[in-house]
């Protein structure tokens, strides 16, 4: 079964709260022509949604207190990010 994930527009992603991170990849900017870069929106210490500047994609990332990863979810829809987000956001306030 092939795995399917939304593409998100850039905009989008800083509308929702998502915050800009730089990369100094010499390789990339050699294939690709410009700097990598992420935005990422953290729900908690260990849990954040990374959008990709070269797929548009959104994964969930769960690390641990060392920040090695522990597990990764693929965003599907729209609709699933935005619920996660929620989720999250409810969770984390309590």
């Keep these: 079964m092939t795995?399917?994930?939304?593409?998100?527009?850039?905009k989008d992603m800083v509308d929702l709260g998502f915050k800009?991170?730089?990369?100094d990849d010499s390789i990339f900017f050699d294939k690709y022509?410009?700097?990598w870069f992420w935005l990422r929106l953290s729900?908690?210490?260990r849990l954040y949604f990374?959008?990709?500047c070269n797929t548009h994609t959104v994964e969930l990332w769960r690390?641990?207190?060392?920040s090695d990863v522990l597990g990764k979810l693929?965003?599907?829809?729209?609709?699933?990010?935005l619920e996660l987000i929620?989720?999250?956001?409810?969770?984390t306030k309590k």
């Design 43 to 45: 729900v908690s210490k």
């Design 50 to 52: 990374e959008w990709d």
């Design 33 to 35: 022509g410009y700097e």
């Design 63 to 66: 690390i641990n207190k060392g």
């Design 86 to 91: 929620e989720f999250y956001k409810k969770e």
């Design 3 to 10: 795995e399917s994930r939304a593409v998100f527009d850039y």
């Design 20 to 23: 800009r991170e730089e990369s």
């Design 74 to 81: 693929s965003i599907g829809t729209k609709n699933q990010l």
